[in-house]
């Protein structure tokens, strides 16, 4: 016999979403599904209809969690609807700019997992650990790109001014300086995880890895004959779960998928581990990648280069494509520009990839663990919630309605 059990919302998430969980009479999950609850943000419609360089600093708007992929994806589309092709200084700091972003959002998320992981007597030095990783990546944020939360000098052509030669100089100590830290904050991250004793292989599901670069992203590799999405009526078995969800399911090669750390680290980085603890290490591991990587761009910065194309912001039609490979995985952004004016807009945002991936996810084991599961893909819903559920008075699902159609 199978009882619901369900959660909602879930909790130590950005937005509102639901895990709804079947179980047997020992608990087991037999079928999960999880789904966003969040109501629809419309910024993909507000920027339809004003100028380019809009984009990037609404679509940014999109999350205050993670505004810096989504700026630079915004402004990677602009840049590709209007054939732009920006200075190697301006990519630089663009980069640099989400290396570092990244590093503060894993760190975000280790103080959000700590009552699952830490234990009472560690749990001091691991917030503290997560307080000094984030005030210095975050100040490397603040300096390039004007401001940690919403970055005002990433722009359409690039970047609206370079980094000066002290500024680099302070940056580079700076960085330097937190490498012993960020490591042992690593690595203790990792071992708690590892002493926690959840089974290997919970949270494993059958479904590819879909990323697009180890590092910043290729808008290149975007195939739209890959691509497609249905709505969630089409894709959940259960009638009700499909009327009430608020985000399109996203398919790559027509399945589901799963993106993030360890999928980058799978495609790139020969990391093979698969579960819930195996996400956890592929964070831990991608911070000193997203070091490393930043360490080197930082070095190669010329801060007497240009940082900004000249460009022509009428457009000719052309549907333009941003992908970042942000904290929770690849974030996707289309821009078509006609007449100076943005014609479409669109984002496929990491968590709309994971969200299908993610209920399967918990089953095959206990309830109790199911949060467990949600965590470690770090769902962001308010990023994710494209879909607009329509009802009457008594509150009964009419449609749904997506709203960038």
């Known amino acids: 016999m199978n009882n619901p059990i369900v959660i909602s919302p879930t909790s130590r998430q950005e937005g509102h979403a639901e895990l709804v969980m079947e179980v047997d009479d020992q608990g087991i999950v037999t ?14 419609k507000m920027v339809v209809g004003k100028s380019p360089e809009t984009a990037p600093v609404l679509c940014q708007r999109i999350c205050g969690v993670c505004p810096i992929p989504h700026t630079l994806a915004a402004a990677e589309a602009v840049d590709s609807s209007l054939s732009i092709d920006i200075p190697k200084n301006g990519k630089l700091l663009r980069e640099a700019t989400l290396a570092a972003h990244n590093i503060n959002s894993a760190a975000i998320h280790h103080f959000l997992i700590a009552p699952d992981f830490v ?10 650990s997560v307080s000094t990783v ?30 000066s030669p002290l500024a680099k100089e302070k940056l580079v100590e ?23 004793g959840l089974p290997t292989d919970l949270g494993v599901v059958d ?11 290729k808008n290149e590799w975007f195939d739209f004959d890959k ?3 249905v709505l969630p009526e089409e894709w959940y078995d259960d009638p009700e779960v ?19 750390p360890r999928a980058r680290m799978d495609d790139f980085a020969g990391f093979k581990d698969k579960g819930v603890v195996a996400q956890h290490v592929a964070r831990a591991d991608e911070m000193l990648v997203n070091y490393n990587w930043l360490v080197d761009l930082l070095d190669q910065i010329n801060t007497s280069a240009g940082v900004r194309a000249d460009y022509d912001p009428r457009g000719n039609d052309k549907l333009g494509v941003g992908v970042i490979e942000g904290p929770r995985g ?32 918990t089953e095959g084991f206990s309830h109790e663990l199911g949060p467990h599961v949600i965590r470690a893909y770090d769902p962001c819903l308010s990023c994710a919630t494209h879909v607009m559920v329509v009802d009457d008075e008594d509150k009964s699902v009419l449609k749904n309605d997506m709203v960038r159609i």
């Open 31 to 44: 079928k999960g599904r999880y789904f966003s609850i969040t109501p629809v943000r419309g910024l993909e």
């Open 119 to 128: 234990p009472e007597d560690k749990f001091a030095t691991a917030v503290e």
């Open 134 to 163: 984030r005030k210095t990546v975050q100040y490397v944020v603040d300096m390039i790109a004007g401001e940690g939360i919403h970055p005002s000098d990433i722009v359409v052509g690039g970047m609206a001014r370079n980094i």
């Open 174 to 196: 700076r960085i330097k300086e937190l490498k012993p830290t960020l490591e042992a904050h690593v690595e203790l991250i990792k071992n708690l995880v590892l002493e926690k």
């Open 207 to 217: 479904a590819p890895t879909l990323a697009s670069d180890p590092n910043y992203g």
């Open 227 to 229: 691509f497609s999405e």
């Open 242 to 260: 499909g009327k009430r969800a608020c985000s399109v399911i996203p398919l790559w090669n027509g399945v589901n998928v799963e993106t993030g």
């Open 330 to 361: 690849t974030d996707v952004h289309m821009a078509q520009i006609k007449d100076g004016k943005i014609q479409f807009y669109s984002a496929i945002v990491p968590t709309t990839w994971n969200i299908p991936t993610m209920g399967p996810a």
